[in-house]
């Protein structure tokens, strides 16, 4: 049993497809859009990569999504639309320039390196005149939508050469493409003509491009490694942003030694919230003597009713009791430790009127 390898990460021919053959029919893509895991620019490049569990989450929205369209089969007719859309870049090219499904899949692997990477192991190959089978690590049952759509993508490859579709079956590990062995090429002439390429040339375009896809697939590698140690160092900025509230905070309410506050303005403001209290009370006593006296007329109801009398008397005394424990507090904080109890004690309190 061939091991399932780490980090796998699948073309966006996949995705571009997706996109072109809904735009195309005048969909709307932007819901889709917004949920993808990558920007709209990366997921219509044939030469970038996604991870195999984000494609199958893409691949999972867009059949979750209600379209106008309403078509059975969606993913699979997206997939066979393939070679009509042009989807695959470089590839599509490539491919059109094969005499013969074979030559297409000579090297199974280096086929499926353009849609998986690292470049698949194949493993029990059989082939045979009318097809090929073959296992490979990446399983139907781990990743049914994007399996299932690589290999109705994989049934278009006669097209290409003028042939009639093949068909593709996925079981597990196990792929296999079957194609009629009596179909006849659109380019078969019987004499060679403008088709007619030499295999030396073939092999020589398809060596190019398997370069140029080697080098896209490092610097697409790269790019993601290097994004991958920006996002790292952003978490960590962000981690020590919230440390250093943390600590703040901490350092605010819970003080390694007390505050460098002078005694002296604590006892000020101690003694001019007794003043506010005691101007209060008496304000509170004015209201209660105009109503005892039945001298609230209508203007003055109106003014208790705007200021919200009855909420201000139930607020006030707690608001009062609050601020004195806190400046107690700070008071107690400040006051030096070697500072006598009888030394510490408030002074007197000055009349007020």
Known sequence: MISYPFGVLLSCKISNTVLLYLEQRGE????????????????????????????????EQITRHHWQTQEENLLQR????SSEIRSWG??????????????????????????????????????????????????????PLTTQFLKWSFETLPVYVGREPAVCTWEGLRLSI???????????QGEPGPHSISPELLR???????????????????????????MKAQQELEQQ???????????????????????????????NFSRLTDYWVRSQQLITLLVAQDRMNPTVKEAMRRV????????????????????????ELSRPKNLSPAAAAPSKEQPYV
Do not use: C
């Open 28 to 59: 709307d893509v932007s819901p889709v859009l917004d949920l993808a895991p990558l920007p709209e620019e990366f997921l219509k490049d044939p030469s970038y990569w996604m991870k195999a569990s984000q494609m199958e989450a893409f691949l």
């Open 241 to 271: 942003v919230r440390q250093s509230l943390e600590l703040d905070y901490t350092a605010m309410t819970h003080p390694a030694r007390p505050l460098e506050m002078e005694t002296s303005s604590i006892e000020i403001l101690r003694q």
């Open 78 to 81: 997206i997939a066979h639309a």
């Open 90 to 143: 470089v590839l599509d090219s490539v491919l059109r320039m094969m005499p013969r499904p074979q030559e297409i899949l000579a090297n199974p692997s280096r086929f499926l390196s353009n849609f998986i990477s690292p470049e698949p192991p194949v493993e029990k190959l059989t082939r045979e005149e009318t097809g090929l089978s073959f296992e490979i690590p990446i399983s139907s049952e781990r990743f």
């Open 204 to 230: 020589q375009i398809v060596a190019s491009l398997e370069e140029h896809q080697h080098e896209l697939l490092q610097k697409n590698s790269e790019l993601q490694a290097r994004n991958d140690q920006l």
């Open 178 to 188: 079957r194609w009629e062995s009596n179909q006849k090429s659109m380019f078969d």
């Open 308 to 331: 919200d009398w009855e909420r201000v008397k139930s607020q006030f005394n707690k608001a009062t009791e609050e601020s004195f424990a806190i400046l107690e507090k700070s008071k």
